[in-house]
């Protein structure tokens, strides 16, 4: 919402999807940038499965950032719109 009154251009939304004992709630920060009707979506880390699915119902484009072409490859089968094929070397930025 914040994004929003800062600015009237487009904008995307990043969503890390990281291994945890305890993941976040992946579906509602899903619902939430659906809500607020974000239209693109860039996702990283492990395997964004059902959050793609939920996001592409929802008419949202979805890039995620791969470091292996296996991992590119699964994207490709889960439905996204985009690759972002980065090295390896670019953890942690």
Known sequence: ???????KNPFGVNLTLLPALVPPDYAAYA???????????ETAGN??????T???????????KCTTIRHAQSAV???V?????????????
Do not use: M, N, W, Y
């Open 1 to 7: 919402k914040r994004c929003r009154t800062l600015t």
């Open 31 to 41: 619902r939430a940038i659906i809500e607020e009707g974000v239209t693109i979506v």
């Open 47 to 52: 395997s964004p499965g059902p959050v793609i």
């Open 54 to 64: 939920q996001l592409k119902r929802a008419g949202v484009t979805v890039l995620h």
């Open 77 to 79: 089968k889960l439905g």
């Open 81 to 93: 719109d985009f690759l972002s094929i980065d090295g390896f070397e670019c953890a942690g930025h």
